[in-house]
């Protein structure tokens, strides 16, 4: 299917997330969970709380990357959840360790516990496959180790080699396909929302699936910077190297985080230059979608737009 490149009339600062048959989209006031159950869609939207409504400090360049990045992930893990209520598995009676820890925290406090304990473990994957491990591999080359350039120019290529090779291997498995595709859905109707047409199905088939604010690019963006960073690292001690990663993790995000924002608010050569990598890689993290996707694409986005206009424009 041909997709077509529409000029955007404007940037928005909505985004959003797939889920297990549905997607999650955040506006600036509200974020919106829909559904594809089996009787039907589902909808839960609720008001948007940011730390820094709270804190406005956590509002300004750089601090806010971290933070906002910590709350996404909580958000994003939390909609996963609730999507994968709609499909459980025959998995039988819950085990005796399940019952106890629900019988001794409580199901609310376990629901949070579980939140914070998969973002925590996906982050620590995450951090240990993309960053940790390259160094460790390249401290394992005795001849490398006082060649800081060469081990530089290693581990970098080591991360992007495991980072494209686990996409693309994510990519070929059956039960991220239609993740992917309601991925897939997400950017198209944005695109759409963006170009200022009415959003129908018709009008969202034909938009391109790729997004230059996407977590994707985002993740690629963050293994780049950490690479160029990781030249300010002139030590030998591989345990030493792989602290210091660790240390200079935030302001790596901090940073990544401000890069997406200036690129995703503005088309001009120079921005498409910087996010064609990361564009590229959507190809592996995003399928065309079905109507039914677009569907549930398109309701989830309505439900975020603000009512006053343009009041979601970068």
Not at 204 to 221: A, I, Q
Not at 226 to 239: A, K
Request: proline letters at 5%.
């Amino acid at each position: 299917m041909k997709q077509e490149t529409v000029k955007e009339q404007f940037k928005t600062m909505i985004g959003g997330q797939a889920l297990i048959e549905g997607i999650l989209m955040q506006g600036p006031e509200k974020k919106s969970v829909v559904v594809r159950g089996p009787e039907g869609l589902v909808v839960k939207t609720e008001p948007l709380k940011l730390p820094k409504d709270r804190y406005p400090i956590l509002g300004w360049p750089l601090l806010r990357g971290v933070v906002n990045f910590a709350a996404s992930m909580v958000g994003g893990v939390k909609a996963l959840l609730y999507s994968a209520e709609f499909f459980p598995e025959e998995a039988g009676e819950p085990s005796k360790f399940d019952r106890w820890l629900e019988d001794k925290i409580g199901s609310e406090k376990m629901e949070k516990f579980v939140i914070y304990l998969a973002v925590v473990l996906g982050v620590a994957f995450s951090v240990g496959l993309f960053i940790l491990l390259p160094t460790f591999l390249t401290g394992l080359i005795p001849g490398l180790r006082a060649n800081f350039l060469a081990r530089n120019l290693l581990e970098g290529l080591l991360k992007i080699a495991l980072f494209m090779g686990y996409m693309i291997l994510i990519s070929r498995m059956q039960d991220m396909r239609r993740v992917f595709s309601y991925h897939g859905a997400e950017h198209k109707t944005i695109r759409c929302y963006e170009a200022r047409l009415p959003l129908t199905v018709e009008n969202v088939r034909p938009m391109t699936r790729m997004h230059p604010r996407c977590g994707t690019s985002f993740l690629l963006v963050v293994i780049c910077i950490s690479i160029l960073c990781g030249c300010f690292i002139r030590v030998e001690n591989t345990w030493l190297r792989m602290g210091l990663h660790l240390l200079m993790l935030p302001v790596i995000v901090a940073v990544s985080y401000e890069f997406n924002r200036l690129v995703g608010r503005y088309d001009n050569r120079l921005t498409r230059i910087l996010t064609a990598p990361g564009m590229w890689m959507q190809n592996f993290t995003t399928n065309e979608p079905d109507d039914s996707m677009i569907e549930v694409a398109i309701r989830a986005l309505e439900e975020v737009i603000p009512e006053k206009a343009g009041a979601d424009q970068w």
